[in-house]
Nanobody, 117 residues
Framework: VQLQASGGGLVQAGGSLRLSCVAS????????MGWFRQAPGKEREHVGSITWLGGHAMYVNYAKGRFTISRDIAKNTVYLDMNNLTPGDTAVYYC???????????WGQGTQVTVSS
């Protein structure tokens, strides 16, 4: 089982990025795919998540209206589209998967997002 996140980079404030997470090694039906982030010196925090089959997404407050999570079942890929980025969004972003809500058991390696002012 592997979650491979990519798409991070350096972007100016106000810019956009699309992160991708390729999920392989098992049937993800019944799983929820989540995005998390961890800024330097801070604890990891949830960004949002999406159900693999139904494609129902939910977001934490700071992500609503700026971030969009989607998935492409045929490509086994989950996306995190981020718009109007601010320096406060600078963090390592991780994708994760779980069959039990709130207990993510599979994690990707993370991709660095840096937003310059």
């Amino acid at each position: 089982v592997q979650l491979q996140a990519s798409g991070g980079g350096l972007v100016q404030a106000g810019g956009s990025l699309r992160l991708s997470c390729v999920a392989s090694g098992r049937d993800w039906s019944g799983h929820v795919m989540g995005w998390f982030r961890q800024a330097p010196g801070k604890e990891r925090e949830h960004v949002g998540s999406i159900t693999w089959l139904g494609g129902h997404a939910m977001y934490v407050n700071y992500a609503k209206g700026r971030f969009t999570i989607s998935r492409d079942i045929a490509k086994n890929t989950v996306y995190l589209d981020m718009n109007n980025l601010t320096p406060g969004d600078t963090a390592v972003y991780y994708c994760a998967a779980t069959a039990v809500p709130g207990e993510y058991e599979y994690w990707g390696q993370g991709t660095q997002v840096t937003v310059s002012s």
